[in-house]
């Protein structure tokens, strides 16, 4: 295959695994009606809840290891697909108690990841050779929000008028496409690492130097803050009286705000400097956060489309940075550290502390608290040296 069709299936396939990711929220409006309106969950308890379905997405580093070992990127895609058609249909057909429901999301949630894993290593390694970490990123992320509008418009309108289990059953011709496309898709993998299982633990063990470890430190510590998300959900809902549809197509507004945000990252990539932009979105993480205590409805829909532009740019700064980061012949594994990392940090981690902490110290000590935690990484960037690492 010509170099130029190999990068133009690289795009392809980063932009289709983000889009069935972006996509695959779709039933997630419902499931929040079904726990606060059917279930009559808490905030705290949903909370709960969604800091453990997002403990699917910690442990990459084994996917990574998994991935960079045994098999091929293309082998592992198509099994995770095959893995949530089952699990969708099933989550359709039957009304499962909460215990199985939970672990069903999970189970979808691990096949995400490990999706992710497999095409970021396609990503990282193609995107370091060619320079093009930045502009794959933000094709991946400009296609995964496409699939949000389309998750905001489509869900929000699902959440008023139809069950969660049949919205799980509208994913299926979704995974369906990605399935049969993957099946015409030829591996583009520039080359395979180590399968000697001793050999590459070894490797890992030389990864563990003082500048990777400082590097996942700041990064943890840069994503972490107690979330209050769920409680604003619950102020849209109850004291705003949005509709699901009208939160939906909120929603799909900043979805496409957020692709400008992305556009310009795409434009200006290969100029920035990484670690001076990221001092400046920890200044605008807790500027951000602290704007919250003053929310009404017209200050909610004026944070979410200025807030989605803004920190679609940030993200893909991060995002960029730990691309960077990754090692050579390690891909998926040293990205999919790094990556799990930042999940544990923002899913599980601020989820759980927010859980906990809601009931004490209530929704504005939470804002405060947030923006404080967001300069606890700041002592770190002036220690990161990308060259060193």
């Given at each position: 295959m010509k170099l130029k069709n190999k990068l133009i299936c690289v795009y392809i396939v980063s932009a289709l695994c983000y889009f069935i990711q972006g996509i695959s929220g779709l039933p997630s409006l419902s499931l929040f009606k079904y726990f606060k309106e059917v279930l009559m969950y808490t905030p705290e308890q949903?909370?709960?809840l969604n800091?453990?379905?997002g403990l699917a997405w910690i442990p990459k580093i084994i996917w990574g290891f998994a991935i960079d070992s045994w098999l091929s990127r293309k082998q592992w895609i198509l099994i995770s697909i095959v893995l949530d058609l089952l699990i969708v249909l099933c989550l359709g057909i039957f009304t499962l108690p909460i215990i199985l429901l939970i672990t069903m999301l999970?189970?979808?949630?691990t096949n995400s990841a490990v999706r992710d894993v497999a095409v970021d290593g396609e990503m990282v390694c193609t995107g370091k050779l060619f320079n093009i970490t930045g502009s794959l990123q933000s094709l991946q992320w400009i296609s995964?929000?496409?699939?949000?509008i389309l998750t905001g418009v489509a869900g929000g309108w699902m959440a008023d008028n139809l069950s969660y289990k049949t919205c799980f059953l509208l994913l299926m011709p979704f995974y369906i496409v990605m399935m049969t496309t993957m099946f015409f898709y030829k591996d583009t993998t520039i080359e395979r690492t180590k399968t000697n299982i001793k050999e590459l633990l070894m490797g890992y063990k030389r990864l563990l130097t003082k500048p990777f470890l400082i590097v996942c430190l700041f990064l943890f510590l840069y994503k972490f803050s107690p979330s209050f998300g769920t409680l604003l959900s619950y102020?849209?809902?109850d004291k705003f009286n949005w509709s699901f549809k009208f939160i939906g197509m909120l929603s799909s507004i900043s979805s496409i705000v957020s692709i400008f945000g992305a556009m310009l990252y795409w434009k200006f990539c290969k100029k920035l400097d990484i670690k001076k932009f990221l001092f400046y979105s920890i200044v605008i993480g807790a500027v951000v956060s602290l704007s919250y205590l003053y929310y009404t409805p017209v200050s909610a829909i004026i944070y979410l489309i200025l807030y989605s532009f803004i920190g679609m740019f940030i993200h893909l700064i991060v995002m960029d940075f730990m691309a960077r980061t990754?090692?050579?012949?390690?891909?998926?594994?040293t990205f999919?550290?790094?990556c799990g990392i930042s999940n544990l940090a923002t899913?599980?981690?601020?989820?759980?502390?927010?859980?906990?902490?809601?009931?004490?110290?209530g929704l504005q000590g939470l804002i405060v608290l947030s923006a404080f935690t967001s300069f606890l990484c700041l002592p770190l960037l002036s220690k990161i040296n990308l060259d060193k690492v």
């Open positions: 949903i909370m709960m800091s453990v379905v999970f189970m979808s949630s995964i929000t496409c699939a949000t102020i849209e809902r990754s090692v050579s012949g390690y891909e998926a594994s999919a550290i790094l899913g599980t981690a601020s989820s759980f502390s927010g859980a906990l902490l809601a009931p004490i110290i």
